[in-house]
């Protein structure tokens, strides 16, 4: 079965601090998605990233930057000189695609305080 | 603006009762997913329409129900409601699937409390 770890609960940093959150998966499938979601205050999904399990190519967009590594079914999130305005919840999400490739498994979220 | 709206935003009502939320997906997508965020059980899918059709289901109660209409718009009808539904309802939607990339466009969700 389909399972998401993201074993940090909460993270403080002080701005301009680079932090980095971590999720482990667990899937049976050779072909699966990975996902990470931003939950501000406010409450919406924020769609940040998508991977698929073929392409282990690391990504960086702007202050953000994505590890994907199957050696270790890892698909780390860091954030580089954070700001207040990452203070969210983030998602780290899996879906597979013998179950549907948009039914997304979520872990629990690990909340993110940037402290000015 | 994801282009997810979902109505009601807060919801408040008694156990026993039942109520509708209601989700219009972006403009062209034919999926509608549904999903539920509580305290104990963390995000959870429940179910989703692609074109009217219930595709997949996750972990929804039997009180619970969905639909998807014509016009793609859907309703999550929650019946027999007991404290343990309170919880935030989102609904997603996406593309074809047969051009889907996984990306889920999220609204911002329909809290209910159940007292």
């Known amino acids: 079965a389909q399972k998401v770890t993201q074993a940090q609960t909460e993270i403080s940093v002080v701005e301009k601090e680079d932090v980095t959150l971590d999720c482990v998966y667990e899937?049976?499938?050779?072909?699966?998605?990975l996902f990470w979601y931003k939950q501000p205050p406010s409450g919406e999904l924020v769609f940040l990233i998508r991977r698929n399990s073929f392409d282990e190519q690391n990504e960086i967009s702007g202050r953000y930057s994505w590890n994907f590594q199957k050696s270790t079914s890892s698909f780390n999130f860091t954030i580089t000189a954070s700001q207040v305005v990452d203070s969210a919840v983030y998602f780290c999400a899996l879906s597979e695609a013998s179950t549907g490739a948009n039914n997304l498994f979520f872990g629990t979220g690990t909340r993110l305080t940037v402290i000015p | 603006d994801s282009g997810v709206t979902q109505t009601p935003k807060h919801l408040i009502t008694a156990t026993g009762q039942r109520v509708t939320l209601r989700c219009s997906p972006r403009s062209g997508d034919l999926s509608v997913y549904w999903y539920q965020q509580s305290l104990d059980q963390g995000l959870q899918f429940l179910i989703q329409?692609?074109?009217?059709?219930?595709?997949a289901k996750g972990n929804i109660l039997e009180r619970f129900s969905a639909q998807q209409f014509p016009d793609l718009h859907s309703e999550l009808n929650l019946s027999s409601l007991e404290l343990g539904d309170s919880a935030l309802y989102f609904c997603?939607?996406?593309?074809?699937?047969?051009?889907?990339?996984?990306?889920?466009?999220f609204g911002e969700g329909s809290r209910l409390t159940v007292l």
């Open positions: 899937t049976r499938d050779t072909t699966y998605y």
């Open positions: 997603a939607s996406s593309a074809n699937l047969a051009r889907s990339t996984g990306e889920l466009f």
């Open positions: 329409y692609y074109n009217g059709e219930e595709r």
